[in-house]
């Protein structure tokens, strides 16, 4: 079925350096969105891409959606401790649910 | 604005048992969907209910099943309980308005189900 690959699976990062997550389709989306789970948590949204080419950004977080619609990325500047956890993009392929991808967990080395 | 409330947090059974979940969407939310979370599958969508109908079912056996009521609380079921059936099981609320559409989804805490 239709599914959307996440890379990398994690991440290990110095506190203060930059990471970027990757979502990937082999169609077109719609729109994507971005999910957040601390450890021990439940998932949180934290923003919807709609537009080919957006970017959008959240204090040290820029969202990424790609020209064709079928790709989009997560760069996080200046890590902290604040933003481990585990990020999820997700889509919906017009089939009444949202189908997360696998994840990319990252961790903070202070 | 009370958020999604599921319940209970933490659940313990044995294998053959059954267990029944229990979720209370946002006020206003008639969409409820129900998802699975193991560590090395992340998050697998098991249904998804709108006005008391199922509109969506992914990929669990038939042992695994749910039920909306007319309040828009959700209940969902497990019977026969295997040990592969541990893991975090997350309910999410959305309005549910339209096929496609850019809804986002608030999750409940979810329920830590292990089974021995």
């Known amino acids: 079925g239709q599914q959307v690959m996440q890379i990398p699976q994690y991440q290990h990062v110095q506190e203060g350096e930059d990471f970027t997550t990757y979502c990937n389709s082999s169609?077109?989306?719609?729109?994507i969105q971005w999910y957040k789970q601390r450890p021990g948590g439940h998932p949180v949204f934290l923003i919807q891409l709609v537009k080919s080419g957006e970017v959008k950004k959240q204090k040290r977080l820029t969202f990424q959606f790609g020209e064709a619609k079928k790709n989009s990325s997560l760069h996080i500047t200046a890590t902290q401790t604040t933003d481990v956890g585990t990020y999820f993009c997700?889509?919906?392929?017009?089939?009444?649910?949202?189908?997360f991808g696998a994840g990319t967990t990252v961790t903070v080395r202070a | 604005k009370a958020g999604v409330t599921q319940t209970p947090r933490y659940l313990i059974k044995t294998r053959g048992q059954q267990v029944t979940l229990s979720c209370s969407p946002i006020s206003g939310h008639r969409s409820v969907s129900w998802y699975q979370q193991t560590p090395g599958q992340g998050l697998q969508f098991l249904f998804e209910y709108f006005s008391e109908t199922q509109r969506n079912k992914g990929n669990f056996p038939g042992r695994f099943s749910g039920r909306q009521f007319s309040n828009s609380r959700s209940e969902m079921n497990v019977s026969t309980l295997e040990l592969g059936d541990s893991a975090l099981y997350l309910c999410?609320?959305?309005?549910?308005?339209?096929?496609?559409?850019?809804?986002?989804?608030?999750f409940g805490s979810g329920t830590q189900l292990s089974v021995l």
């Open positions: 999410a609320s959305s309005l549910g308005r339209r096929l496609g559409t850019n809804e986002k989804l608030f």
């Open positions: 169609t077109t989306l719609s729109n």
């Open positions: 997700a889509v919906n392929f017009n089939d009444y649910k949202l189908s």
